[in-house]
Structures are given as C-alpha cells and as structure tokens.
C-alpha cells in the first residue's frame, strides 16, 4: 500500500496531488497546515512534539496515506515510514501563478475574501522560496529530497497530476 510525503513550495501543487491520490480510495490525505499551527491570532507554530504526534497517530490508522506539506522539519518525522516521496518543485513563478489562481480553502480561511486578504502575504513569501533557509525552504526540501533512500520523484515543471497519480498507485 502506497505511502507517499508530497512537499514543495507553496502553490506548487502538493494540495491537488493530494487529493487527487486521496480521490482514488488507495489513500486519506493529511494537509500538514491543518495541524502545524495553533488557532491563534496571530497564528503560531504549534510545538514539534504535539504535531509530530498528530502525525504518527494519522500514519497510524491507515495501511496506506498521503501527508502533504511544506513543513521539512514535519515530514522528516514522517519520512521513515513512506514509500514515495514526491517533490513538487516547478518553479517560484509557477507557484506564484497557481496561489494566484488558487480557489477557496475553507479549511484554511473563513471566506475567500480572507484568503484574499492574505494573498499579497503568501506571493512574498512564495517568492522568498529559494533565499530563505528556514524548514519551508528550497534548501530544506533539497536536504529531506537528497538524504531520503527510498523511491523519489521531482517534478520541475507544472505537475501533470493524472501521470503523478498513474505512477505512484498500483
């Protein structure tokens, strides 16, 4: 049974991916972001411990999964038990164009007007991708992609998610 870790940049098309392989039935989907931060505002870091439990106890209760996510420091705990890892790395404009572009999330934001006014906020930090050094940066998600042993995948252009599905489902 497939158990796959999706990472990459913001908008580069981990939360479609995801629901795309969760669609099949093989696989539930956990969107990191739904358990990372504490529902304060402003928003905070929810402490690693408590995250990375939330983590386990999902990988737990299923043969098979999908964790998505932008969180290096998060998907390495979960990096051990995964048989795919999949690296979705098209580029800072083509994550600049799929957040523009993005529709609602309401698991994310009260109403889209919200998750507008957050946009100006996300297109900086997307841009950031490839100079910060932080666990949501290119250099973080290089470091878990190269030093992770098992069956990997990276895809530096816009995600064909039909054929990522295709080959990551038996």
């Excluded at 999706?6 to 972001?33: C, E």
Aim: hydrophobic share 40%; aromatic share 8%.
């Amino acid at each position: 049974m497939p158990r796959i870790i999706i990472l990459g940049n913001s908008g580069s098309g981990k939360s479609t991916l995801a629901r795309a392989l969760a669609a099949t039935g093989q696989a539930p989907h956990l969107d990191l972001d739904t358990l990372a931060w504490e529902p304060t505002s402003p928003p905070t870091r929810r402490p690693l411990q408590a995250s990375v439990a939330a983590i386990t106890r999902f990988m737990d209760a299923d043969d098979s999964w999908v964790v998505e996510g932008c969180y290096a420091d998060l998907l390495a705990a979960a990096a051990g038990r995964c048989t795919n890892l999949v690296f979705l790395n098209p580029g800072v404009e083509t994550c600049l164009e799929n957040c523009r572009a993005r529709p609602w999330e309401p698991h994310k934001y009260p109403s889209p007007e919200a998750q507008d006014q957050n946009l100006g906020m996300l297109l900086a930090w997307v841009r950031d991708y490839e100079t910060r050094s932080d666990e949501f940066s290119l250099q973080a998600h290089r470091r878990l992609f190269d030093r992770f042993a098992g069956d990997k995948l990276e895809s530096t252009s816009r995600p064909n998610i039909d054929e990522l599905v295709r080959l990551l489902l038996p």
